[in-house]
T-cell receptor, first 112, second 113 residues
């Protein structure tokens, strides 16, 4: 089945230690998104790639960066995680039209 | 400032009854609305959508109603089943960057057998 896969499912990292979250897709979708969702809050868009074009949300901290080396893969890099970065990180893809997103299962990140 | 609001964090309904989940939005540029369903430890999955040119869209047990003048939409589930127990997110898109979705906080639905 075509899908969006996030690895790892759970990640514990130390305060200040860089961490990378991975997302891959077999849908050949143009757009890949990264959302941060904290407990009982709405998923918050961090950034997205439309093909190779990177689009950063104005309020995304500089600490968060992303790479999309090819159509299938997209990475979220957190350079110096703080305790406040503990959250669920959701990757999603779409064709860029009015179709809905296809989400991965998420990575639950805990910063200790 | 939340542009998509789901003011009820949780809702409990008896099996067989109707579940009504509500969503309000503030951005008048939004013209496409979606509902997603999320089980624990899984990503959200698309449930149903509606364009602003319609006021109702139905798919089996699920119906979404849109009231543009009130900037309000609702999801009706009839009859509710225990397997419907999940968190439901309302999402909207429109205007510049129209393919991007803005999400509400979600409503946790519990269907009691």
């Amino acid at each position: 089945d075509a899908m969006v896969i996030q690895n790892p499912r759970y990640q514990v990292t130390q305060f200040g230690k860089p961490v990378t979250l991975s997302c891959s897709q077999t849908l050949n979708h143009n757009v890949m998104y990264w959302y941060q969702q904290k407990s009982s809050q709405a998923p918050k868009l961090l950034f997205h790639y439309y093909d190779k074009d990177f689009n950063n949300e104005a309020d995304t901290p500089d600490n968060f960066q992303s790479r999309r080396p090819n159509t299938s893969f997209c990475f979220l890099d957190i350079r110096s995680p703080g305790l406040g970065d503990t959250a669920m990180y959701l990757c999603a893809t779409s064709r860029g039209g009015r179709d809905g997103y296809t989400f991965g299962s998420g990575t639950r990140l805990t910063v200790v | 400032d939340q542009q998509v609001k789901q003011n009820s964090p949780s809702l409990s309904v008896q099996e067989g009854r109707i579940s009504i989940l509500n969503c309000d939005y503030t951005n008048s540029m939004f013209d496409y609305f979606l509902w997603y369903k999320k089980y624990p430890a899984e990503g959200p999955t698309f449930l149903i959508s509606i364009s602003s040119i319609k006021d109702k869209n139905e798919d089996g047990r699920f119906t979404v109603f849109l009231n543009k003048s009130a900037k309000h939409l609702s999801l009706h589930i009839v009859p509710s089943q225990p397997g419907d127990s999940a968190v439901y997110f309302c999402a909207a898109s429109g205007g510049a960057g129209s393919y991007q979705l803005t999400f509400g906080k979600g409503t946790k639905l519990s269907v009691i057998p």
